[in-house]
């Protein structure tokens, strides 16, 4: 397996977003995070390696691509947008990867055949445009996974997510708090950056056999 | 776009729960490419994947003739068929009709467009 410092290198050179749009809440995920995220999820869970992984609101593809690169055995990377796939298909081709495929959904919609292993999302936080949209991702994750899902979810959730997890069925741990810099890339924002308090979750299914 | 995603994606228009899998491939254009073999992948692909909707399919687009069940020991000759199948197929356009509500998935630049209409939703 490799290294979180060469997992991170690597995802340093994922491109992100030319033009976000606030309607998506489009805001890339770094490597930084990403990289933590996905090496805490095979060398902790072995929740990555030969496992079937999607990832729902993949934007540029960054969890997907880290995914790919810890040895998931196939990425379907989800996105509404058809800009975000455009450049999510060039990092894939930039890593010549081979064992991974894009879907524009509505996530909402999504129904899959069979079930995926993980799942890895940043979803919108649903704070501007559309609220509540972070917990339809995360209920659209638990039901096409049969193992685990890793998520990010401003803190001030944590407690009506807990509930939550706890009337889907599945157990929901803290799995680090993060301070996740939103640089001001849209005109609403005054403040140069942001920091917002930001939980990455680890949501598991109880059939989990681990 | 592979098969192997084709094989997971059904329709999802509301209401639409019989023949909604697997959807028909129509006016597809297919890229051939050179992926790297690895037995090992194949195989623990082949145990995800459903049998059935993957053979009919590639019947139906004149790929190949698989068996109607999925063989309990897998030749050589057969890995190699299913590695070109499951990797080396990309459709890179055409559309996925469902064969229940006739929803029509157009597939662009090797993508598919799994989108509803507001009233399909």
């Not at chain 1, 890339?28 to 999607?54: C, F, G, N």
């Not at chain 1, 930001?198 to 989990?208: I, K, Q, Y």
């Not at chain 2, 909707?53 to 019947?59: C, E, I, K, R």
């Not at chain 2, 687009?61 to 990309?90: F, K, R, S, Y």
Request: with cysteine.
């Amino acid at each position: 397996m490799i290294k979180l410092k060469q997992l991170e290198s690597l995802l340093q050179d994922v491109d992100v977003f030319e033009k976000p749009k606030i309607q998506f809440e489009q805001y890339p995920t770094s490597a930084h995070i990403a990289s933590r995220m996905l090496y805490t999820a095979q060398s902790m869970y072995d929740d990555i390696e030969d496992k079937i992984v999607a990832d729902l609101g993949c934007g540029c593809g960054v969890l997907s691509i880290g995914a790919n690169q810890l040895g998931a055995l196939y990425n379907f990377a989800f996105d509404i947008d058809d800009d975000a796939l455009a450049i999510c298909r060039e990092n894939m081709e930039g890593f010549e990867i081979e064992n991974m495929d894009l879907i524009k959904v509505d996530v909402e919609t999504l129904s899959l055949r069979d079930k995926v292993d993980t799942v890895f999302m940043n979803p919108p936080f649903g704070t501007k445009t559309h609220k509540g949209i972070d917990m339809v991702f995360l209920k659209k994750a638990i039901d096409i996974s049969t193992r685990a899902v890793y998520s990010l979810h401003k803190t001030s959730t944590r407690e009506h997510i807990f509930k939550k997890a706890k009337e889907w069925g599945v157990s929901c741990e803290v799995v680090a708090e993060l301070r996740y810099d939103i640089p001001a890339m849209y005109k609403f924002h005054k403040k140069k950056s942001v920091d917002i308090q930001v939980d990455f979750l680890r949501f598991a299914h109880p059939d989990d056999q681990e | 776009m592979r098969l192997i995603t084709h094989n997971m994606l059904q329709c999802h228009v509301k209401g639409c729960n019989k023949d909604n899998f697997p959807l028909k491939l129509e006016e597809i254009e297919i890229e051939e490419l050179e992926a790297e073999f690895n037995a090992d992948f194949i195989k623990s692909m082949l145990n995800r994947l459903d049998w059935k909707a993957l053979a009919q399919t590639t019947f139906s687009l004149g790929i190949a003739q698989l068996p109607e069940e999925m063989p309990e020991e897998l030749n050589d000759e057969m890995l190699q068929q299913l590695h070109h199948i499951l990797l080396e197929v990309d459709i890179t356009s055409g559309r996925m009709v469902c064969q229940g509500c006739n929803h029509v998935y157009p597939i662009r630049d090797g993508i598919p467009n799994m989108l509803l209409t507001e009233s399909e939703v």
